[in-house]
């Protein structure tokens, strides 16, 4: 198992997406990768670009690098990110925030649902089908 890394944040989610932005500028003036300009390109070809980095990422587990797997999951990142401004979304950071919250509600449910952690082992069944049944209230369903 990897060691566990000391995080520190590198820069601010607005410096961190005029980062990305300027890139893409550059990309598209150098006519790099997918395009993001309307009629030009679609974000599915983000959403390969994305796969093909996940592929990389899963060869750095099993090699146990962790220094490797942490370029590898950067690659991931900045290909989300891409497709996240190629999608309108200029404030990503903020809807990563929000899936957290939804996976903090959906952990209580289990829980409460439960009495016991969503780790525990005798529990896993019913709390991913509590998770599922979370999921379906949480979108109205």
Do not use: F
């Amino acid at each position: 198992m990897m060691a566990k890394q000391d995080y520190t944040p590198a820069m601010s989610e607005q410096t961190l997406m005029n980062k990305a932005e300027a890139l893409d500028r550059r990309r598209i003036a150098g006519n790099y990768g997918p395009r993001r300009v309307p009629g030009d390109c679609c974000p599915t070809d983000w959403v390969e670009a994305i796969r093909s980095e996940l592929y990389e990422v899963e060869e750095e587990i099993h090699t146990d690098d962790a220094s490797a797997a942490r370029a590898e999951i950067g690659d991931v990142l900045a290909n989300v990110l891409q497709l996240a401004l190629s999608l309108g979304i200029k404030d990503p950071l903020v809807a990563a925030e929000e899936s957290l919250d939804k996976v903090g509600s959906r952990l209580d449910y289990v829980e409460a649902n439960t009495g016991k952690t969503y780790a525990h082992r005798s529990a896993r069944a019913e709390a991913t089908a509590l998770w599922d049944q979370a999921k379906r209230i949480e979108r109205g369903l």
